[in-house]
Each structure stands twice: as C-alpha cells, then as structure tokens.
C-alpha cells in the first residue's frame, strides 16, 4: 500500500538523518514537503542532499520514480 508522509516546517537537518531517511527512502511513502518561500525550500533541499545524497534527492523528484514532491504552504485562512 501507499502511505503519504507530510512535512511541516522542519529543516530537513542531518541531526535527524536516521529517522527521515527511514520515512522518506521507503518506496511505498510518498512524501510532501511544505515550504514557506524560495528561501526555505533552497535550505530543505541543501539539508535533504546531505541526508539522502543528490543522486537519490534528483531520482525521488522526477520522473516515474518520483516519491518527493516540494509545495508551496498556503497562508492559514481565518474563519469564525
């Protein structure tokens, strides 16, 4: 089965290499990484390179084996 992993707000850092390699490698995890601007998204991929190397990185964004996708976050919408 498929499982979707999303991410908010976290650095991507390599003091958590373990653990998101455990998550974002699995082949059955699609995963979400939500990013505020241009500027944190640049920082997420530069940390995520040294967690799971550029080749595996550009292999997971692309093409039929494409499990990592980068979005915009959305700006909270207030209702009451």
Known sequence: PQHNLYIFGHSLDVTDKDILCDLILNDNVHT?????NKETMGRQIANLVKVIGQDELIRRTGGSTKTIEFKL???MVNRR
């Open 32 to 36: 979400t990484i939500f990013y505020h």
């Open 73 to 75: 976050q959305q700006d």
